[in-house]
């Protein structure tokens, strides 16, 4: 599942950047938004006040989603819908 995942979002651009605020309720805000709308969303993460593996551990928990991948400073999060979802089978 997760290799499917990973291959979904390689050609994917980022939806959301983490600025050097970091993580703020905004951004959680703009993540879930994100998430509800794509299911899985490519994030940029930039020099903050936390390391990238903090800053990608926070956002998959303040949203409930999947840290699928954390490839340099760049996270991918899934989280499925529970109705009309694009990946059933996952």
Same mark, same amino acid.
């Given at each position: ?12 651009? +980022? ?6 605020? &970091?993580?703020? =309720? ?22 903050? +006040?936390?390391?990238?593996? =903090? ?8 949203? &409930? ?26």
């Amino acid at each position: 599942q997760r290799r499917a995942l990973r291959a979904m979002g390689h050609h994917m651009e +980022p939806v959301v950047i983490v600025g050097q605020s &970091g993580v703020t =309720e905004g951004i959680l805000g703009a993540l879930e938004q994100a998430l509800k709308d794509h299911e899985l969303i490519k994030v940029k993460i930039n020099e903050g +006040p936390e390391t990238r593996q =903090e800053a990608a551990a926070r956002m998959a928990e303040g949203t &409930g989603a999947e840290l699928v991948q954390l490839l340099g400073r760049t996270a991918l999060l899934f989280k499925k819908r529970k109705e009309d979802s694009e990946f059933e089978d996952l």
